[in-house]
């Protein structure tokens, strides 16, 4: 009897178990709802890059996912930014760079499967609106519909008195909301949230505020009055320990206005103000979807990712915009939200964007692409403390290299200058340490971050890094060199 009693209550756990394989093998892998914001740096109130911004939608969201403090773009421009992250290779694997030429023009990265793509070939539907790759969405996503209007709506003359290029400029414009392509994006998406699918879904959506010019309509800027606006803290030396090199790599006076020029017009606060407006203006269009997917079928099924592209200078070094290897161009916020996903957690080990790659494929039970150079998160999204052996790797232009630790930023140069900064003690970079005595061990494990081949860069049509790279290799030779 005893031996019938224990063969019985076998049998039923050996059914419980195989009835819970399969459903768990007939479950409905998570959809995706993935979300990048052009230009966004840490100002946003969850990072606390600063004080004054308003971002509600995309706090609330930190709230329920993990939030990445310490995650960095590959390289601080649009282009090999968004190639890189599509792909999960860095631009010294593909030779993207600058912002010219298109992930198909990089034998290695045109044949590399693309994010999207592989999704479609798991059976995903892929769909999207607004910028999410560079250029030419449309030949990765089956289903993409379009930027919209993209950086317009357009004023007839410009409004600030920069007589410079078209896209650098700053004010209240134009009238209404439901006249940005941002409002268009989130009014698209939205609705896409309320359809019905049959299978799952991977909704991309690129909002293209704070990227300039930084025009939203005026209730935005009266968030923000001009005389309250803080400006960043700025060391007046802070230029005096970096290389010759590094300045001429990162000057960009022929594209953006020089921080001398802006200082003479007194434009600084109206600049400030304007990015802090655009961002206020993005988040609440974030805010619009997150609302969508809460009330849909789908939101106890999805994945959230939401991150900036790069990050941006607003007088920082006195640089304006991107395009530089210092913290204020490569940290961006990022966030994974969605099923499984323990709220309200914050992680500080260095990540990279093109970790979301691999992150998504486990998080949705994909098979693994050996290919992929990122790391999948998903130890971090379990145990935000997990130990993390891994550094982030940021570029700009063949040779010039950035290394980001839990505590550290090294920096070589292709002239062979280096910086060092402490963020323990010196969160602005105000301090090269590169000179002072110790360090050897530390620069030594960070340097070996940095790849020992690189691809030759890709050429295309017109890039705006591309100047700047020139300039600083037409004056290249060996300064501020480490004597450890």
């Excluded at 004054?52 to 995650?71: C, E, Y």
């Excluded at 998406?189 to 799952?200: A, R, T, V």
């Excluded at 953006?256 to 020029?261: I, L, R, V």
């Excluded at 939401?306 to 913290?327: C, I, P, S, V, Y």
Aim: charge should be neutral; charged fraction near 25%; aromatic fraction near 12%.
């Amino acid at each position: 009897m005893k031996l019938i009693n224990f063969i019985a209550v076998l049998i039923t756990i050996m059914q419980i178990l195989f009835c819970s394989a399969q459903k768990n093998k007939d479950a409905p892998r998570p959809n995706i709802l993935f979300i990048v914001v052009d230009d966004l740096n840490d100002w946003v109130g969850c990072t606390q890059g600063n004080s004054q911004t308003k971002t509600p939608n995309i706090d609330r969201l930190s709230s329920k996912g993990v939030l990445f403090t310490n995650a960095h773009v590959q390289c601080a421009i649009c282009n090999p930014s968004r190639a890189s992250f599509m792909t999960s290779l860095y631009p010294a694997t593909t030779g993207i760079y600058f912002n010219e030429g298109d992930i198909t023009d990089s034998p290695v990265a045109s044949e590399h499967t693309l994010l999207t793509r592989r999704f479609e070939t798991e059976g995903y539907y892929v769909t999207g609106a607004g910028k999410i790759y560079n250029i030419d969405d449309q030949k990765y996503m089956s289903n993409y519909v379009g930027r919209f209007e993209g950086f317009g709506p357009f004023p007839e003359k410009k409004l600030s008195p920069y007589t410079g290029v078209k896209l650098w400029d700053w004010g209240a414009y134009p009238a209404a909301d439901s006249l940005m392509p941002d409002f268009k994006i989130a009014q698209w998406g939205s609705k896409k949230l309320d359809e019905n699918f049959n299978q799952p879904f991977f909704l991309g959506l690129g909002f293209i505020r704070p990227h300039v010019p930084l025009y939203v309509p005026q209730k935005w800027f009266d968030l923000f009055p001009l005389k309250q606006t803080q400006i960043p803290d700025i060391k007046q030396d802070d230029l005096g320990d970096i290389a010759q090199y590094a300045l001429n790599l990162t000057s960009l006076d022929h594209i953006e206005p020089p921080h001398k020029w802006i200082i003479k017009n007194d434009e600084w606060h109206h600049l400030v103000q304007s990015y802090l407006a655009s961002i206020a203006f993005a988040d609440a269009q974030i805010g619009k979807v997150l609302d969508a997917l809460e009330k849909s079928k789908y939101r106890d099924n999805t994945i959230i990712v939401l991150f900036g592209d790069n990050g941006f200078h607003l007088g920082e070094k006195e640089r304006w915009a991107k395009q530089t290897l210092w913290e204020e161009s490569t940290r961006v916020p990022f966030i994974i939200a969605g099923p499984g996903i323990k709220g309200n957690q914050k992680c500080t080990k260095p990540v990279q964007l093109l970790d979301i790659y691999p992150t998504l494929l486990e998080l949705c039970g994909l098979k693994k692409d050996q290919m992929l150079e990122g790391h999948s998160l998903l130890p971090l999204l379990k145990s935000p403390n997990s130990d993390w052996p891994y550094m982030a790797q940021s570029s700009f232009g063949p040779g010039n290299y950035s290394i980001r630790s839990e505590r550290y930023r090294y920096t070589r140069y292709n002239d062979g200058s280096e910086e060092l900064y402490d963020h323990l003690t010196d969160s602005n970079e105000w301090n090269n340490l590169i000179n002072k005595p110790g360090m050897k061990d530390i620069i030594k494990e960070h340097a070996a971050f940095i790849p020992e081949k690189q691809a030759y860069r890709i050429i295309g049509s017109g890039s705006t890094g591309h100047k700047a790279y020139r300039d600083a290799e037409a004056l290249k030779r060996p300064t501020n060199k480490s004597e450890n």
